[in-house]
């Protein structure tokens, strides 16, 4: 059991940057990987990007080039930074984990979620 807690969201001016922390608790004895998804009012909740224990990541082609995940080992954490930021980029984002083998672009591979950080871009 890999409980994710989200941090670092916030309210920044178009082109500017932001870096979002998830921090793991409990167990870790079952994790592969960790994903961050988002969603705006609206729309559905959408994949971003996601690291497996093996080094392995994907990103979504919208914020390939800006966003970069990471992964700190020694303090089970990965973060996520956000750089060139658009409008388009405003959503609540969320972090999960999941601990089989699998997908790690669709929401429903994942089985425990944080409670998301509200990102605002602003023009």
């Known amino acids: 059991q890999v409980q994710p807690v989200e941090s670092g969201g916030g309210l920044v001016q178009a082109g500017g940057s932001l870096r979002l922390s998830c921090a793991a608790s409990g167990r870790t004895t079952n994790y592969y990987a960790t994903g961050w998804f988002r969603q705006a009012p609206g729309k559905e909740r959408e994949f971003v990007a996601a690291?497996?224990?093996?080094?392995?990541?994907f990103y979504t082609d919208s914020v390939k080039g800006r966003f970069t995940i990471s992964r700190d080992n020694a303090k089970i954490t990965v973060y996520l930074q956000m750089n060139s930021l658009k409008p388009e980029d405003t959503a609540v984002y969320y972090c999960a984990t999941k601990g089989t083998l699998g997908r790690v672009t669709t929401a429903a591979s994942y089985n425990y979620w944080g409670q998301g950080t509200q990102v605002t871009v602003s023009s």
């Open positions: 690291i497996t224990t093996g080094g392995a990541t």
